[in-house]
């Protein structure tokens, strides 16, 4: 009953919001534009992630583990690099992430100027620090690769430095976050830095490309046949996609963080803290 | 075959410090939020109570 | 106009000044952005001696030769020419004739002279077997490709691009 109802007001203030911003255009925008502003509302999000995440957490951690078992026990050894081309399993889905998770954060950046989405604020402030960490696990990893390999832990190429500055922009926006005292002008300081910042990540890709760089290049996202023998391969492929699940979870358990301190003084927010027990 | 899986051909430091430092990021990234969230949680109920 | 139409407008400027102020900077200062020259920009471009630079190439074949102590003499070559090296130190563990290298010092009369060699591994990744079976037929040549000029492509010929691409 009580759902239904709050489901009708909410449609009617759209309705309204959308008569009152805009001069009549009647094809413009179509009724089943109605399912993203319903998705967008805090609690249908809410519940959704709470049905999701799950899911993100339990396939992701399978096919971690089956990634990490090929990576480190059925992958044979690499002709040039022994057994330290393993660290490519940790090191790739890491670089992968903080470049992709960057990518969503500037899109929510973008979304939560533009249309002034509270979901999107949200999104967008939960992904920071995953993002960083993930950005955190790409350099470390990489200076463990670097040392035995090149023969140094680190070097200023364009590559390294580029990724080194994706990890100050992630902290750029945590940062940023946590200044301000209300969390929608600190969402869109946020959200600008993002834009901004966006600049940085196809300098990230592209590095090894456009200059010299002590880095090689790009294994798996090269035209034509990737570089990488097939019994090498699939547990890459396997962690990368675990990977994104992984992190895919913790987006949405944070972004759920988020809504809760928003939205403490909604009734569904209050519901959901009363059924939960004290000191539990 | 143990011993040379552990040895990783010379570059044991390395590889499995990358796993180590892998695993921790992901751990992480499963226990912050719901250690957040319980904080949450509980703020909210407790400051429901004080009213 | 309205106000979230103008927010648009915002954005994309936005999104299109740092875009466009990024070409232009990372045009102006190309070079700066270059971890290392080939040995052509040394021969076709003027470098004062003891200038420290870092050098990037792939140890030819046959040229390594071993002197005294840890002293070890090779030649650097991408894709056109060549510069002979001359190293005092530990190599990394890579290092191998075909294989890329980047060496940090100075040119001495025609010579470079490292004081530090880092390897440079392509992204290619396979088991010992399929390894030596594609060697036999010849194709696990290192590339020279990735070794590019600090000013600018055109110095590298056709030709030179398409052999790189095909070992």
Not at chain 1, 112 to 124: H, N, P, Q, S
Not at chain 1, 133 to 162: C, E, H, I, N, Q
């Amino acid at each position: 009953m009580f759902a239904v109802v709050s489901a009708d007001a909410l449609r009617i203030r759209l309705q309204h919001d959308v008569l009152k911003s805009q001069p009549p255009r009647p094809q413009r925008l179509p009724m089943s534009w109605t399912w993203f502003h319903r998705l967008a509302s805090p609690p249908t999000f809410f519940g959704l992630a709470q049905r999701l995440a799950p899911w993100c957490a339990g396939f992701g951690g399978a096919l971690l583990l089956l990634a990490w078992f090929g990576g480190l026990v059925l992958a044979p050894a690499d002709y040039q690099q022994k057994d330290a081309f393993r660290i490519i399993y940790v090191h790739v889905p890491a670089a992968a992430l903080s470049l992709s998770l960057y990518m969503a954060m500037a899109v929510c950046g973008v979304v939560a100027l533009i249309w002034r989405m509270k979901l999107a604020e949200c999104v967008l402030v939960a992904i920071a620090p995953v993002g960083a960490s993930f950005t955190a696990l790409a350099l470390v990893t990489g200076m463990l690769w670097g040392k035995p390999m090149w023969g140094a832990y680190w070097v200023w190429d364009a590559r390294l430095t580029s990724e080194l500055v994706l990890l100050f922009l992630y902290l750029g926006v945590i940062g940023l976050n946590s200044a301000f005292e209300d969390p929608r002008t600190a969402a869109r300081a946020c959200a600008l830095l993002a834009i901004v910042g966006f600049v940085n990540v196809p300098i990230v890709h592209y590095s090894v490309v456009w200059w010299n760089s002590l880095h090689q290049g790009s294994t798996i996202l090269k035209l034509g046949k990737p570089n990488i023998s097939a019994d090498m391969a699939w547990p890459l492929y396997a962690g990368l996609l675990g990977s994104y699940l992984w992190s895919a979870h913790a987006v949405l358990r944070r972004t759920q963080n988020e809504l809760l301190l928003r939205e403490r003084n909604t009734r569904w927010v209050r519901e959901i803290a009363a059924a939960t027990e004290p000191g539990a | 075959m143990s011993a040379d899986f552990w040895n990783m051909s010379g570059y044991a430091v390395y590889v499995w410090g990358s796993f180590a430092a892998g695993l921790a990021v992901y751990l992480w990234n499963l226990i912050a939020p719901r250690l957040r969230r319980r904080a949450t949680l509980e703020a909210i109920a407790e400051a429901q109570g004080d009213e | 106009m309205n106000k979230r139409q103008k927010r648009m407008a915002a954005v994309a400027a936005l999104v299109v000044g740092i875009g466009v102020a990024a070409v232009f900077g990372f045009t102006a200062f190309r070079k700066n952005m270059m971890y290392f020259y080939t040995p052509t920009d040394l021969i076709d471009h003027k470098v004062s001696d003891n200038a420290q630079l870092r050098l990037g190439g792939l140890v030819v074949a046959g040229s390594v030769h071993r002197g005294d102590g840890l002293q070890v003499d090779f030649t650097l070559a991408d894709c056109q020419k060549s510069l002979p090296v001359r190293y005092d130190g530990i190599l990394p563990d890579l290092f191998k004739e075909g294989q890329g290298i980047v060496a940090t010092g100075h040119l001495q009369h025609g010579v470079f002279i490292a004081d530090q060699v880092l390897a440079k591994h392509d992204e290619n990744y396979m088991p010992p077997d399929l390894a030596k079976s594609l060697k036999a037929q010849g194709g696990t040549m290192h590339s020279c490709a990735p070794f590019k000029s600090a000013y600018g492509d055109s110095t590298m010929p056709a030709q030179a691009q398409a052999q790189a691409a095909h070992s």
